[in-house]
């Protein structure tokens, strides 16, 4: 099965810029970003017209780089089973599925996972956290997700493949469209590798500045 369409969605000022600055985590927001003004119905509009069955965020809008996460338990003995796709039929069989809450996180960073999308309010009810990571993600983070029972898709040798993990979303998962709202980092890649489909940008009217804010497609010369 072919890779899902990848549409991108971002809120940005005029200057490209999607945070006021970069220690706030993007999936929080940040009161001063409100000064620019109040983000519209662009991306309800998009989620009506494309009807994504998963979303992707980044570990970066998750949890702060210097942060340092909450040390895991060593697994103990033979961890290669731990590197096979996840699945667990309790959460991929649930009644009521209606999408997927996708975030890369290779490194094994993030924490505080919020498996029920409900929390989100109705729009996100049915949807659950997904994770992709590597063989290189330590195996007590793996450990970590399976007794916490979120599902992960292995993909890549040393960092996440996001074009193997895009085709294991579609051939094991279904999914026909996935609407990315990531930041600049994640969203640059998914372009250098030739993986968006459509690119659409709510501008509010003004100007943050800033050498290292983060923007939209945060990458080497495309």
């Known amino acids: 099965m072919a890779r899902p369409k990848v549409v991108t969605f971002n809120v940005a000022s005029l200057d490209g810029r999607i945070a006021a600055s970069r220690d706030r985590l993007l999936l929080w927001g940040d009161e001063r970003w409100q000064a620019l003004g109040e983000a519209g119905e662009a991306e309800l509009w998009l989620k009506s017209r494309h009807q994504p069955q998963a979303s992707l965020e980044g570990s970066g809008s998750l949890v702060r780089e210097e942060?340092?996460?909450?040390?895991?338990?060593?697994?103990?003995?033979?961890?290669?089973?731990?590197?096979?796709?996840?699945?667990?039929?309790?959460v991929t069989g649930r009644p009521g599925h209606r999408g997927w809450f996708t975030a890369v996180d290779g490194r094994g960073r993030v924490r505080n996972w919020i498996k029920d999308g409900a929390v989100f309010g109705e729009e996100w009810q049915g949807w659950h956290t997904l994770v992709l990571v590597s063989h290189t993600t330590p195996a007590a983070y793996l450990a970590y997700l399976q007794r916490e029972a979120i599902p992960y898709l292995v993909a890549g040798s040393e960092r996440v493949d996001l074009g193997l993990a895009l085709e294991k979303l579609g051939s094991r998962l279904g999914v026909k469209t996935l609407l990315s709202t990531a930041g600049g980092r994640l969203n640059g890649a998914l372009l250098r590798a030739g993986l968006v489909d459509e690119v659409n940008v709510e501008l509010l009217p003004g100007v943050v500045g800033g050498l290292d804010t983060p923007s939209l497609f945060d990458s080497p010369a495309l």
């Open 67 to 90: 942060d340092e996460p909450e040390p895991l338990p060593p697994v103990e003995g033979d961890a290669s089973h731990l590197y096979d796709d996840y699945l667990p039929e309790s």
